[in-house]
């Protein structure tokens, strides 16, 4: 079986560009399978799947659950309400009782970022899959908003892709910058200067770039894809925000600002929205919105995450996903 290091989905920082595409190339597969009305595959038949959400998620934890149930794996959901991380337990010992338990892959959501990594490095059987950790990574959101863009003709080599908002706090932006950078995306960057981290054109991998843009209509024009993040109202301390309404007037994407970017610039948001902040329900429900088929992206690219992180299907030992992967590595 594939190594544990290999199976674990932590973030897109270092994930070679061979498992990305191979990710893609998965959900590609899936895709046609679900959209085509099979109602199941078996590829994780009497594997066990975790659900570890200890923050907050609607789409994540049901696309990956209805994703596993869609694969006949058996699943079970926890959060920090009724598990005795209640009773003071520590996550790294939950974790070590559910693999203990046999699971086969445990999905973690964390308001701390950095905890999902801290616990693949002390599992030794099952493997982990980050999602969604604090404002640092959530690797199946960047995978699922790129496949959304491939599935609309639009290669990432080339592509300049506006992303608009709170930065600081968006663990949906940082994996877009990684994943987009490391297929030769341009990704500009733009929101108020107290929600754009310092340093942020280093986070950009080769060869992409990252550019910070002042203005909104700048960071727009030429873009053919615009990804709306949600303001983090929950995470906001003190004095980064002036006002909604402020924040809406100078930064909410409306028709007439769309117009600075592609002709056609497709426009994506991870959900959930805060509507008249920083979307216009015009554009959120506008013919360039893809944000319903984010989610169902969603599924497909979560059926190929779990099948890698159980090494089966075409990540089974000499299958098609796993041999080219290993062959780019130089392996
Ligand atoms: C995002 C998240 O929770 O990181 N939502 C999601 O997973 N679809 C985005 C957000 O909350 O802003």
Redesign the pocket.
Known sequence: MRPLDRRHLIGLETLPVSEIRALLDGARDHAAWLEGGAVKGDSLRARLVLLGFF??????RVSFEAAAKRLSADTITLGSAGSSLDKGESLLDTAWTLESIGADCLIV?HPRSGAPADLARRLSRMALVN??DGSRE?PT?ALLDLFTMVRHGLEPEGLRVAVIG?VT????ARSNLYALTALGATVAVCGPATMIPAGLEQLARRPGRVEVVERLDDALAGAAAVIV??L?RERQEQGLLPSLSEYARLYQITPERLAHASPGALVLH???MNRGVEIDSRVADGPRSVIREQVTA?MAVRCAVLERACGVGAWADGGPRREAALQEAGR
């Open positions: 923050e907050s998620s609607t789409r994540t959501r999602g969604g959530h959101q709170d706090h968006s663990r949906v993040l949600r983090q991870p959900g959930p969603g």
